[in-house]
C-alpha cells in the first residue's frame, strides 16, 4: 500500500511539474510576443517573469508560507485578467494588401462585393494598388477551384477557393492574417493573439499571381466537382464572414482560427456530418481527401493529380497578352511539381530572378 501512494505521488507530482513548466512557457512566450519596444527591453521583461515564478516556486518548495501561494495567486489572476484585456481591433496601421476586408450585399441573385483586390505586384512586397467593387450573378456561378500554395512543407499550405462566372470573371477568396505595416508573420506569435483575422476578395491576377510569380511558391490548382446550390452556398459564405469580420474583428489563431476554416466549411458543404480527417487539418493532402469524397473534377492517382493540378510553370511561362487565368488552366504535355522553382518578377514577362524562400515568417497567412 505504502508503495502505491508513493507511486501515486511521484505521478502527481510529475503531472504538476509538467503543468507548471508548461504555464510558465506559454506564459513567457504571450509576454515576449506583446511586450512593446526594442527586442532586450522584451527579454528583460519576460526574464524578469520567469525568475520571479521560480524563486515563488522554489520557496514554495523550501518553506510552508501562505505567502507565497498568495504572491503566485494573484500573478496568476493578474496575468488571466490582462490575456482577456487584448482585444481585436479594426483600427490599426495596415498593410496595404490587407487594409480593406471584403463585405457584400445580396439582393436577390446578384451579391455585389466591396473591396475586391485587383493590385498589379512589381515585387513580392510592393505593388500599384487598386480597390474594385464588383457584381455577380449567381445563376451565373460556374466553377469553383481549390487552390493550395506551399511555402515550406508538404503537409502545409495555404488554401484559397476561386469562382468563375460565365462571363469569364473569377474572384477568389484568402482567409490571411490582418498585418499591420511592417509587421512580419510568426506560426508561434500566432498562438498568442498577434494578429487579427482578414478575408480578402481578389483577382486570381492579384492574389494567386502574388504566389507563384512573386514568392515562388508551389502553387496548384483543383477544380471542384460541386452541385449549383453547394457553390452558391460556399459563396455566401464567404460574403457573409467578411461582413461580420468588418463588423467584429476577431484574432487570428495558428491551430484554431486560419485558412482551414475554409476547409471545413468546404466539408460540411460537401457532407453534412462528416467525419474529422487528418487530411483537413494537414491541408497540403486536401486534394486526395477531396478526390475520395467525390468533390474533385478530375479522376487519377494522387502523382497524376498533382501534376495536373501544378500551375507555378504555367503562370512563369505566360506568353505576353494571354490573361493570368487563362494561361494557368491550360493544359500541357508535361505538368512537373514547381518545388523550388524561382520566381518571375515582371507581371508580363517571363525573366526570372532568384528568391529566397527559406525565410517563412514573411508570410501573410499562415
Known amino acids: 500500500m505504502q ?168 474572384v477568389v477568396f484568402s482567409v490571411e492574417i490582418r498585418r499591420e505595416k511592417g509587421e512580419e508573420f510568426s506560426s508561434l506569435a500566432g498562438f498568442f493573439k498577434s494578429y487579427e483575422l482578414s478575408l480578402i476578395a481578389a483577382e486570381e491576377r492579384d492574389i494567386i499571381f502574388l504566389r507563384t510569380n512573386m514568392r515562388g511558391e508551389d502553387t496548384y490548382l483543383y477544380p471542384l466537382a460541386l452541385p449549383k446550390q453547394t457553390r452558391i452556398a460556399l459563396f455566401l459564405n464567404y460574403v457573409q464572414a467578411g461582413n461580420l469580420l468588418a463588423r467584429e474583428p476577431a484574432f487570428y489563431n495558428t491551430l484554431t482560427a486560419n485558412c482551414t476554416t475554409v476547409i471545413f466549411d468546404l466539408a460540411k458543404l460537401i457532407e453534412p456530418g462528416i467525419p474529422m480527417d487528418w487530411r483537413i487539418l494537414l491541408s497540403g493532402y486536401l486534394p486526395s481527401y477531396l478526390a475520395e469524397r467525390g468533390a474533385l473534377a478530375w479522376h487519377m492517382p494522387d502523382g497524376s493529380l498533382r501534376r495536373r493540378g501544378a500551375i507555378s510553370e504555367k503562370a512563369k511561362q505566360r506568353p505576353i497578352g494571354v490573361p493570368y487565368s487563362e494561361a494557368i488552366r491550360r493544359s500541357s504535355q508535361a505538368e512537373p511539381s514547381t518545388r523550388g522553382v524561382q520566381s518571375s518578377s515582371e507581371p508580363t514577362a517571363d525573366a526570372q530572378s532568384p528568391l529566397d524562400r527559406s525565410n517563412t515568417t514573411s508570410r501573410d497567412d499562415r
Request: glycine residues 6%; contains cysteine; proline residues 2%.
Open 3 to 170: 508503495i502505491v501512494r508513493h507511486l501515486v505521488l511521484i505521478v502527481l507530482n510529475t503531472a504538476i511539474a509538467i503543468l507548471a513548466l508548461l504555464a510558465l512557457g506559454w506564459s513567457s512566450l504571450a509576454l515576449w510576443f506583446h511586450i512593446e519596444g526594442a527586442q532586450y527591453l522584451r527579454a528583460t521583461g519576460v526574464a524578469a517573469w520567469m525568475a520571479c515564478l521560480i524563486c515563488l516556486v522554489v520557496f514554495i518548495r523550501i518553506r510552508r508560507s501562505w505567502i507565497p501561494w498568495t504572491v503566485l495567486a494573484l500573478l496568476a489572476f493578474g496575468f488571466v485578467g490582462w490575456w482577456f484585456t487584448l482585444q481585436p481591433r479594426l483600427d490599426r496601421d495596415w498593410a496595404p494588401d490587407v487594409s480593406r476586408i471584403v463585405t457584400g450585399r445580396v439582393e436577390g441573385d446578384k451579391v455585389t462585393l466591396d473591396n475586391v483586390r485587383d493590385f498589379e505586384w512589381r515585387t513580392q512586397s510592393d505593388a500599384i494598388e487598386r480597390w474594385r467593387t464588383e457584381t455577380y450573378d449567381l445563376t451565373e456561378l460556374t466553377e469553383t477551384d481549390l487552390v493550395l500554395s506551399y511555402w515550406g512543407m508538404d503537409a502545409i499550405a495555404h488554401t484559397l477557393i476561386s469562382f468563375g462566372f460565365a462571363d469569364g470573371r473569377r
